[in-house]
C-alpha cells in the first residue's frame, strides 16, 4: 500500500483526547492537513484556538455520539487516511456494554463509512492498547509482543457480565474492537482501498495540551498519575504499594510519533505496534522526580526500594526498528508531565 504524506487530509477521530490532541499537533508539524471530530463546538474552537497558527490547516467536524449508526459518514469525505483514536477509557462502568458498545461501534462505524464514501482513504491507523494484548501467562515477569491477543478479558465479561472486574471490562472493549477492525479488513479487502495499522500502548503519560480545567477531568492514566504524586493523596500510598509494579508505561509524544509514522511508511500496512517503555512502580515515578531535587513538596516514599521489583514488560523493539527511534526514559516524561499538572494548578 502506498505511503500517506504530507500534505495528504487526515482524520482523526476524537481529536480533543488526550493522545488524540498530540496526534494532531504531530501531523500538522509534519505538514499534514487535520480534520478532527469532536463532540461539542466549544471542543472544537479550544483545538482550534491551540493550533491557530497552522490556519486553515486544522478544522473540525461535531461528532456526537461514535456509537451512532453513520456517525462518521459526512467526517471521512474527502479524506486521504484516518486515525481512530475515539474510545472510552475508564474503570467505572457498571455495565460492560457501557464501554464495548462505544469502542465496537465507533470502530466498525468509522471503517464502514469510510469504505462506504471514502475511496480515497489508503491507511487507517487505530488507537488499540496492550489491553488488547495482556493475558495471564501464570506467572510474573513475562514479555508480551504484538502475536499476544488478549482472550481472558472477553471470557470474563461473557461469563460474569455486570460482576466482571472493572479492569476486564475496559481490557475486553479494547481487544473485541481491534478484532473487529481487522475482521472487517479482512473480510471487506476486495471492496476497500484501505489497510489497517494499530498502536497499543500501555498508561500513557506526558504532558498535557488538550482542554482541562479540573483534575476531575484529567484522563485515567493522568489522573493516576497525579495521585502518585500528590501529598493530598489520601490515604497515603502504603510501602507496598509504592513498589509493586503498576504495569507499563510511555510518553504521549511517543505514541504520537508512532500514529504519524505509520501513515508514512508503506510497511506499516497490516502490522500492530507497541509503543511501551518498560514496567513501572509508584516508586519509580517519585524516584525520577526527586532525581532534580527541584520538587520537594512532592512525597519521597522509599527512594530506590524498588529497583528489584519484577514487572512483565511490553517488547517495543518493533516499533523502534520500523520508525527508526528511541523511546523516552522515565527521567525524561515524568518531571515533564509533573510541570505540566502544576502549570495548570493541579
Known amino acids: 500500500m502506498p505511503a500517506v504524506t504530507p500534505p495528504s487530509k487526515v482524520l482523526v477521530t476524537g481529536a480533543s483526547g488526550f493522545i488524540a490532541t498530540w496526534v494532531v499537533k504531530t501531523l500538522l508539524e509534519k505538514g499534514y492537513i487535520v480534520v478532527g471530530t469532536v463532540r461539542s463546538d466549544s471542543k472544537g474552537k479550544y483545538l482550534q484556538n491551540l493550533f491557530k497558527d497552522y490556519g486553515d490547516k486544522f478544522s473540525y467536524v461535531i461528532v456526537e455520539d461514535i456509537a451512532k449508526e453513520g456517525a462518521f459518514d459526512k467526517a471521512v469525505v474527502g479524506v486521504d487516511a484516518v486515525q481512530h483514536t475515539a474510545s472510552p477509557f475508564h474503570f467505572k462502568a457498571d455495565d460492560p456494554q457501557v464501554l464495548i458498545e462505544p469502542a465496537l461501534k465507533g470502530t466498525v462505524g468509522v471503517l464502514e463509512s469510510i469504505k462506504k464514501y471514502a475511496p480515497g482513504v489508503k491507511r487507517v491507523v487505530i488507537t488499540s492498547s496492550v489491553a488488547a494484548i495482556v493475558y495471564n501467562k501464570g506467572r510474573e515477569g513475562v514479555t508480551y509482543d504484538e502475536s499476544d491477543w488478549n482472550t481472558d478479558s472477553p471470557k470474563e465479561v461473557e461469563e460474569k457480565g455486570r460482576n466482571a472486574a472493572p479492569v476486564h471490562k475496559y481490557r475486553a472493549s479494547k481487544v473485541l474492537a481491534e478484532r473487529a477492525a481487522w475482521d472487517f479488513v479482512e473480510k471487506n479487502k476486495d471492496s476497500i482501498a484501505f489497510d489497517l495499522v494499530t498502536v497499543n500502548p500501555p498508561m500513557v503519560w506526558g504532558p498535557t ?17 497525579h495521585r502518585y504524586t500528590s501529598k493530598k493523596t489520601e490515604p497515603p500510598l502504603t510501602d507496598e504499594q509504592l513498589k509493586e509494579s503498576s504495569g507499563n508505561w510511555c510518553d504521549v509524544r511517543d505514541v504520537a510519533f508512532v500514529h504519524v509514522q505509520a501513515l508514512a511508511l508503506p510497511a506499516a500496512g497490516g502490522e500492530r505496534f507497541i509503543v511501551g517503555s518498560g514496567g513501572f512502580t509508584v516508586q519509580d515515578i517519585l524516584d525520577a522526580l526527586h532525581a532534580s531535587e527541584e520538587y520537594p513538596d512532592v512525597p519521597r516514599g522509599n527512594p530506590g526500594s524498588a529497583k528489584d521489583t519484577v514487572h512483565s514488560v511490553y517488547v517495543s523493539g518493533k516499533a523502534e526498528k520500523a520508525f527508526g527511534f528511541k523511546l523516552r526514559t522515565i527521567r525524561e516524561t515524568v518531571p515533564e508531565t509533573f510541570l505540566s499538572l502544576k502549570e495548570r494548578g493541579f
Not at 482541562?212 to 493516576?224: E, F, G, K, P
Request: glycine share 0%; charged share 10%; proline share 0%.
Open 209 to 225: 495540551i488538550h482542554e482541562v480545567t479540573s483534575v476531575d477531568q484529567l484522563n485515567t492514566s493522568i489522573a493516576n498519575f
